[in-house]
């Protein structure tokens, strides 16, 4: 399998759509034989974007949207999120694991995408997230 | 997946809570909901993870606020049989390593130890921190 196959869709901003979007996703992802690690990683992160660019980006905004892409091939796969909210400051998000902020709920998201994934980048002021997963097959 | 959660009083104030599927996004405020029931009358609760098959930083919170309410009332929690995926998460997040248990029987042996300094007052309930 060499050419990269994608599934994209526009999700309005409800957070009861995530959990259908990424059983979509892990249908998608049957055919690449991926390891259950990396399956697990992946759709935690993307979950974890998701509900970011939902409940920050779009401020659980009903008609508002989330366009969310996912490509993959060979060796990677590519998500993208974009919100379309205000932005953030994604330079200075808060380290969750040190004492001060453990108890905080705000920055976990951001946290775990960028230690589950290989690449996280941050556009558009915040609004676009693109992460990357690369791979063995299985 | 959906999340299905069994409760069971394994000794007076020591309760199993089992959780089985996801706890997500959506399912999170389930698992905390069905915990709160039994808050107030449990000194320990045992997690049984062995079917719990993902779980997303809203339950890693529920989790936490649920550490922090037992131990604001002398408890503690136990979190047994972690599936290695979620392990990773735990450890990423550097969230309760000391809460963590290869199995019931581990559990049950830290949990001796525990009520046992409960009683001696050698373990004092933690207040919640300041907001200020």
Known sequence: MSATQALEDRLVTRLEFIPGFLLKVEKFLEQFQLSQEILFQTKLALEEALTNAMRHGNKLNPSLFVHVRLAADKDRITIEVKDQGEGFDFMHVEDPTTIANIDKPSGRGVFLMKNLMDSVEFLENGCFVRMIKTFDRA | MPLKIAVHEKEKGIFVVAPSGEIDTETYKIFEKEVGVILARATAIIFEF??????????????????QAMEQKNGTIMLVNIQPNIQKVFEVMKILPDNMFASLEEADEYLDSFLDGVQKGQINPKPPKSTS
């Not at chain 2, 997303?56 to 529920?62: E, F, T, V």
Request: aromatic fraction near 12%; charge should be positive.
């Open chain 2, 50 to 67: 062995k079917d719990m098959c993902y779980i997303s930083s809203m339950g890693l919170g529920a989790i936490f606020r649920i550490k």
